[in-house]
């Protein structure tokens, strides 16, 4: 019989943390916040995009190698969506290639630059740290706006 009370305080403790953890938080919030404290930093919301970004480039990287010779030529690279991205600037060792480093730095580039302006946005106090209310402010603000993101790639990559 003791043993059924000591065990069973714990339990009941465990269901009350599994109550406090149902509040609205994003699963992209919750993975971008490493440190737990419920609020994302900058530092933190740029390190997300950036690793989402080095995934993601390494999937487009092979999508366009379509003979798969690790290098992608301007015209592997032709399609709408590359000159939409500006991918063709890329290409910093200007050899008229892309290689797979030039297309994740390139990414983890623009993803870094939209993150920080993005975070300005949403920091509405502007104390440097995007809180759980803040990030569905912005959300819903969007939404009524009705503004469809103009890069569905990009917009996947939104921890806020
Ligand atoms: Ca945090
Ligand atoms: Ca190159
Ligand atoms: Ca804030």
Redesign the pocket.
């Known amino acids: 019989m003791k043993l059924i009370k000591i065990f069973g305080l714990p339990l009941a403790f465990f269901i009350c943390m599994g109550a406090v953890q149902a509040k609205e938080l994003s699963p992209r919030f919750v993975v971008?916040?490493?440190?737990?404290?419920?609020?994302?930093?900058k530092d933190?919301v740029v390190a997300f995009v950036v690793n989402r970004a080095e995934k993601r480039g390494e999937e487009l990287f092979q999508k366009l190698d379509a003979n798969n010779d690790s290098s992608v030529t301007k015209d592997e690279a032709k399609g709408k969506k590359m000159q939409k991205m500006g991918l063709i600037n890329a290409d910093t060792s200007n050899d008229g290639k892309l290689s797979k480093d030039e297309v994740v730095a390139f990414l983890e580039k623009k993803a870094e630059e939209r993150a920080g302006k993005r975070f300005l946005q949403v920091d509405k106090n502007a104390d440097g740290?995007v809180t759980p209310e803040e990030a569905k402010q912005a959300k819903q603000k969007e939404k009524e706006k009705g503004k469809e993101a103009d890069d569905d790639t990009e917009s996947e990559n939104e921890p806020l």
Not at 35 to 40: A, G, I, T
Request: proline share 0%; glycine share 0%.
């Open positions: 971008a916040d490493a440190n737990k404290d419920e609020k994302l930093s933190e740290f």
